[in-house]
């Protein structure tokens, strides 16, 4: 009985832990001053010739998917990219995110692209999993499109968390 009741408080401590660790929201400060709260990035995709990875970016006030797709152009030619991405959803409906900004991070090893969530869309965001995306890496090459096979749930979880957070 001693054993059985140790290992349930095992168990419900471990389920509490993770879900702890699902909303493990990190912070940085831009170079004009202001706060961005993120998590890390998942892979929603990846191949020996490209992957991409996802996560949701927000100030506060709007939210962004940030992705960080690789091979990714030069500074000069990656700055040009300024088209909408396009997603679609499990709800069967494509949505369209306007381009925010463009950035190389950690000494030009990273690019980010961020893609402003309209307010009206950030219901079915946090409530249906990423199936598609559309990315026009203009100057690159035509439109890489991506069919998600993994972490295609961490949008919705990383909204949620992000939501539930301002609820407190």
Known sequence: M???SFLVLFLCFIFYAEGFALCEIKNRVQADGSMIYYFEPAAFYTTKSKSLKINIVTDKEHYFVALQPTPFPEKKVGKKIKEDLIIHLADNKT????HYDTQYRHNDSIMQVLYLINDKDLDAFS???AVSAEINMQGTEFVRSYNFKLHKNAIVEQL??????EEN
């Open 127 to 129: 409530n249906y999993e």
């Open 160 to 165: 949620k968390c992000f939501l539930k957070k």
């Open 2 to 4: 001693k054993k059985m």
């Open 95 to 98: 949505y369209n995110l306007a």
